[in-house]
């Protein structure tokens, strides 16, 4: 999707985020296992001053097939002025995060301001988030702070534009 000339001012500097992006990742975290990962991520725009946003994840095998669903998650991207940014996620494993952070040209950091957890969800209490636009590729990282460990990294991948 495109901005065009009803699109929202405020989407202006988030527009390079816009459409549909696949590629792969590493996890990792002392308490688990590394692993590669493939994703997909889908930023779009409906008219209001904010991008929708989905992302969904899978294991891969050594041959890079799928092997089964990892993570998902949902939200909303909501830019503010000169370049404050605030991000909404929602998880289906029992938690939800406000991040504030700001967006220079094509990258955006984030951390956490909020992570809300039901009682069953993993302890999960802090994350950092940075992403790029690199030769047209969006890079991004993930490093976060759960289940008694500091913040460290955990997640990272590579993407490519597909529509």
Known sequence: ???????PVELVPLAWLLGTWEGAGVVGYPTIESANFGQEIVFEHVGKPFLAYRSQTWLLDADGVRVRALASESGYWRPGKDGAL???????????????GEVKGAKIELRTDVVARTV????????????????GELFWAFDMAA?????????SARLKRVA
């Not at 069953?120 to 030769?135: I, M, N, P, Q």
């Open 1 to 7: 999707m495109e901005l065009t000339a009803d699109t």
């Open 86 to 100: 605030e991000v909404m996620l929602s998880h289906p494993t029992g938690f939800a995060e406000i991040w504030v």
């Open 120 to 135: 069953t969800a993993k302890e999960y209490t802090a994350g950092h988030r940075l992403y790029g636009l690199v030769d």
């Open 147 to 155: 289940v008694g460990q500091p913040i460290q990294s955990h997640v």
